[in-house]
């Protein structure tokens, strides 16, 4: 036998890996996973029935357009049809972004700390990051952005609110922004924690998107619409963008069942947005839990707030842990905690008293 292996693009060497956020251990003493951004509440009775009844049809193929789902899509946000394109989920749309745009001696920038799948996807393309690091407030550093740019730049993310310190982009400083970055780099708007956000001057990027040819916006039904199992998210784009994602979309990735429970979640979006309403104001109890026990957080727009610890990052998940909630730690840096039922938050936020007590 030969010794030799496949030969594998360099490009792959050193990815860093995908970390998803642990789930609590069936032995351990943590009973609430808040690593995650999930939403705690379960699907919607109409959804579950139409899941169920798409279940059914497991020997079919998925309709490859999603025809019904786009048609949903397309009347509740007011845009053609030409210019959305789904996928498996908004990070499999993300992908799809940047396979679009950008290759091997090409440059993706972002926000850093932002969302850390951006890193993986844009180095399984073979382009290069170039990671903006976030001001001292935690925000995204637009000017920085803009000086990053160069004529190798094809895509710049911009994740609003910011995973994972929850803090936003406003219309004045975005629509100037915009104005700056050259017409033939693709801006996506990545908006996957967009029903969370209470603050007005946080423009919707579909509005922003619809006079920007070179702007997409990437939403998701994982988040606030709780189908996070299911895989499916869109983009909202001009047509060669949304055209090109239509191109590099994994044939049948969206399933029919993920298909009906979206058009079924968009049906029932009133009362998934009181849910969305009860973790909003879930949210504004722990920010001033956290802030009258002393800690400074960033204010947050999405389902998680963000607390900068450093070196204590990891003794503080330990003492969540023990408390019975697992967060998510990006150790040396801070832990997202993920907003979820009110008992899992009133033992986060006494495991944080206990922690800050004790410093
Ligand atoms: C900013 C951001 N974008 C996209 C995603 C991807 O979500 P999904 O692929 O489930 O749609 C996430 C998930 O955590 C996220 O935080």
């Not at 909003?280 to 960033?298: I, N």
């Not at 969540?320 to 936020?349: H, K, N, Y």
Request: proline fraction near 7%; aromatic fraction near 8%; hydrophobic fraction near 40%.
């Amino acid at each position: 036998m030969s010794e030799k292996t496949p030969k594998l693009r360099a490009a792959l060497d050193g990815i860093p890996t995908y970390k998803p956020g642990r789930p609590a251990a069936a032995d351990g003493p943590a009973a609430y996973k808040l690593s995650s951004n999930e939403n705690p509440y379960p699907p919607l009775p109409g959804v579950l029935e139409s899941a169920v009844s798409a279940a059914g049809s497991f020997n079919r193929y998925p309709d490859m357009a999603c025809t019904g789902l786009m048609a949903e899509l397309s009347e509740h946000f007011s845009v053609p049809v030409e210019h959305l394109a789904t996928g498996t989920g908004s990070v499999g749309v993300a992908q799809q972004l940047i396979q679009s745009t950008a290759g091997p001696g090409d440059e993706v920038i972002y926000a850093w700390r932002s969302f850390e799948a951006y890193p993986i996807i844009t180095q399984v393309s073979g382009a290069s990051s170039v990671k903006v690091p976030l001001t001292s407030g935690e925000v995204h550093d637009l000017d920085a952005m803009l000086a990053a740019i160069t004529d190798r730049t094809r895509l710049i993310f911009v994740c609003n609110p910011n995973n994972p310190t929850g803090t936003v982009v406003r219309r004045a400083e975005l629509e100037s922004f915009l104005d700056r970055v050259p017409s033939d780099v693709l801006v996506v708007l990545d908006e996957a924690y967009r029903e969370f956000i209470r603050d007005p001057e946080v423009p919707d990027g579909i509005e922003i998107y619809r006079d920007r040819p070179n702007v997409c916006v990437l939403r998701t039904f994982s988040k606030a619409y709780g189908l996070a199992g299911l895989r499916v998210g869109f983009a909202v784009a001009h047509e060669p963008v949304a055209a090109a994602l239509r191109k590099t979309a994994v044939p049948f990735g969206v399933s029919q069942l993920a298909q009906d429970a979206a058009v079924a979640s968009l049906r029932s979006e009133a009362a998934l947005l009181e849910r969305v309403d009860s973790l909003v104001t879930e949210r504004a109890r722990v920010y001033e839990g956290l802030v009258g026990q002393g800690w400074t957080v960033p204010e947050s727009q999405a389902n998680f707030v963000w607390l900068r610890l450093g070196d204590r990052t990891t003794d503080f998940a330990a003492a969540c842990e023990r408390a019975g909630v697992v967060v998510r730690p990006f150790a040396g840096e801070g832990v997202r905690v993920t907003i979820g039922e009110s008992a899992a938050m009133d033992l986060f936020l006494e495991a944080a008293e206990e922690f800050r007590k004790a410093l």
